[in-house]
């Protein structure tokens, strides 16, 4: 295999695997904090592609501004989220909230089919198209700026979590919640706040998919799927293990897709998350096995 | 109990063979009581068999489309190489046993974590990968436009409607029968305090992996039912969600982890979609999922658990946050 293919393969890799990564970080957050499998991830992120989509559509918005609309909006909604379903049944285990998560997935696909219809939506936009050539590599421009709104997102969490009170409330919470209740954190705000972020990550995730992806109502399902895995991959509560396992999981799928017939790749994807589920649950780049109990 | 027993007995043999009459009362070919009635059996046991892994067992699973899609898979490939006939119990059993044995191999590396999370993810991954290779099976599975088979078999629908009878039946017998030996204990155990129930000395992957592979038998049945009225086994359509979807959402309203919630349920939302479907043919399917919100969220227990309060009333109470991380 010619080396210059091997590194385009890698760069779209790369570019490809940071979508999942950020939808990833959400779950991780979710998941880290309120032990919810947030199934209806993808489907939000979906919701939020959409929300650029008509945006650019109706009022000729461009996507890259419509994230100052779309990213609030999605934070909105993650306290909406939260407070309206989720609060009552925070506690009640993994349960209900798993199947509210899988509830509102139906709800929001169907919701979106029969508002949208179920035709596949892409933004055109005139940069769409442009590449960027580096060392001989194409590099598309908006698979590009994905890429870096995944990184700032990234970047955004971490310091957040890492350099405020709030933030450390949260870790503090994922760490063991009994002891961080101890120690006077609200779970009901640490969980409002995951959630919001959650779901701004999801809005990001969702302007980065309108430019780069043809999506219709249902593709959500499938991405939350990757994103599942890249959380997988990474292993549970580990937000940068999530955005690692997403770019693992996109360089394996675009190595797998040149190699093999489009369909198989995918096959290979969901064959490494089940053995990853199966043989190695706290995840490829965890350091502390504990996280497995 | 007993006495109980004996007198419901009566009832329900009043109201199986009621059951049994419809399609010699009715005129199976244009009667819709028929067609409904057969579609409410075949979820009654699509329920119960997602009611044993997660009611009963609390293992989540969100890939029963798989073993169900699986059943339907078996049966077409078999049926078109003619190694089976129509309505072959031979190709039913060996539909419900594939899906079996794949559950045994999914379930024991996922079910051996403690954490029920992992199962959840495995198996919601495991419905698109078997998707996803009967997509590319080739001439094996005849790829995404399905394996389509001899209709001019089908002469009228009453045998389909006593093998849904018969599986709903089954479904029900297993489910009452498991609920009430030892295994069930087991189960309920392992479902109510893991921790507990593994230092009584109960083999939890073993009672888990045993729930598991029984509900992907009673789903695999349902699917190999379902090829055998519909004649076209693709891939979108048998490895389709809403094969989980439903059967959750019935669950759940009726009552998981009752033995006649599903039932209720089953019968109950088959009646709701078909009246959405007769009044709002557009919108009807976003009211599952409403629906599994609502229920989830103000009738955690059930419209069983409405009258009366079964023994998992303890479940909601249980703090499950605190598990160490």
């Given at each position: 295999m010619p080396v210059d293919i091997f590194f385009q393969l890698l760069i779209n890799g790369i570019l490809f695997g940071t979508m999942y990564g950020i939808a990833a970080i959400g779950l991780s957050l979710i998941f880290g904090t309120?032990?919810?499998?947030?199934?209806a991830q993808g489907t939000l992120i979906i919701l939020a592609a959409y929300g650029s989509f008509w945006l650019f559509h109706l009022w000729g918005i461009d996507p890259y501004i419509s994230i100052l609309l779309v990213v609030p909006m999605s934070l909105i909604l993650g306290v909406a989220l939260y407070q309206g379903l989720?609060?009552?049944?925070?506690?009640?285990?993994?349960f209900p909230t798993l199947l509210i998560a899988f509830g509102l997935m139906a709800l929001l696909e169907n919701l979106m089919f029969v508002l949208f219809t179920g035709n596949s939506r892409a933004i055109a936009i005139k940069y769409s198209s442009y590449a960027l050539s580096v060392f001989g590599l194409n590099v598309s421009f908006v698979r590009l700026v994905a890429f870096a709104m995944a990184v700032l997102g990234t970047a955004a969490v971490t310091f957040f979590l890492k350099r405020t009170l709030m933030g450390k409330a949260v870790r503090a919470a994922s760490e063991s919640l009994e002891y961080a209740m101890l120690v006077g954190i609200t779970p009901h705000t640490v969980n409002t706040v995951t959630f919001a972020l959650g779901m701004g990550l999801a809005g990001l995730a969702g302007v980065a998919t309108a430019t780069t992806y043809a999506f219709d109502p249902f593709s959500g399902f499938v991405f939350g799927l990757k994103a599942m895995i890249a959380l997988a991959l990474g292993g549970m509560g580990n937000v940068m293990g999530a955005l690692l396992g997403g770019i693992v999981l996109g360089v394996v799928e675009n190595y797998g897709a040149f190699f093999l017939t489009g369909g198989w790749a995918d096959v290979i994807s969901y064959a490494v998350f089940l053995l990853v589920l199966m043989f190695k649950p706290e995840g490829l780049f965890s350091r502390d096995t504990s996280a497995k109990l | 109990m007993k006495r109980m027993n004996r007198k419901s007995l009566g009832l329900w043999i009043v109201l199986l063979a009621a059951c049994a009459a419809v399609p010699f009362v009715f005129?199976?070919?244009?009667?819709?009581i028929v067609y409904f009635l057969f579609m409410a059996f075949t979820y009654v046991a699509l329920s119960q068999a997602w009611n044993i892994v997660?009611?009963?067992?609390?293992q989540v699973s969100l890939g029963h489309h798989a073993f169900f899609g699986l059943g339907g898979y078996v049966i077409a490939i078999l049926w078109s190489r003619e190694l089976i006939g129509y309505l072959d119990p031979v190709g039913m059993l060996a539909a419900g046993c594939a899906a079996a044995i794949l559950a045994i191999i999914v379930g024991i590396p996922l079910l051996?974590?403690?954490?029920g999370d992992y199962f959840a993810l495995g198996t919601l991954g495991l419905g698109e990968i078997l998707r996803l290779i009967t997509v590319q099976g080739g001439a094996f599975t005849a790829g995404p436009t399905g394996i389509l088979l001899p209709?001019?078999?089908?002469?009228?629908l009453t045998p389909h409607y006593l093998i849904a009878l018969f599986l709903a039946v089954f479904a029900l017998c297993v489910t009452w029968y498991m609920a009430r030996s030892k295994i069930g204990l087991a189960l309920v155990a392992i479902r109510d305090d893991e921790a507990a129930a593994a230092a009584s000395g109960i083999n939890i992957l073993k009672f888990k992996v045993l729930a598991f592979a029984v509900g992907a038998f009673l789903a695999g049945l349902c699917g190999a039912l379902q090829a055998y009225y519909l004649f076209h086994v693709e891939p979108q359509g048998f490895y389709n969600l809403n094969w989980t979807l439903y059967p959750v959402l019935m669950c759940v309203l009726g009552g998981?982890?009752?033995?006649s919630g599903p039932v209720i349920g089953a019968v109950f939302l088959c009646a709701v979609f078909e009246l959405a479907k007769y009044a709002?043919?557009?919108?009807?399917?976003i009211f599952s999922g409403v629906l599994i919100i609502l229920a989830i969220m103000f009738v955690p227990k059930g419209l069983v658990g409405l009258k009366l309060s079964p023994m998992r009333g303890r479940k909601k109470g249980a703090v499950k946050i605190s598990e160490p991380s």
């Open positions: 309120m032990r919810i499998i947030f199934i989720f609060r009552k049944v925070a506690r009640a285990g993994q | 005129d199976p070919e244009n009667s819709y997660a009611g009963y067992t609390g051996s974590k403690l954490r209709s001019s078999s089908f002469n009228t998981a982890g009752t033995l709002l043919p557009e919108i009807h399917p």
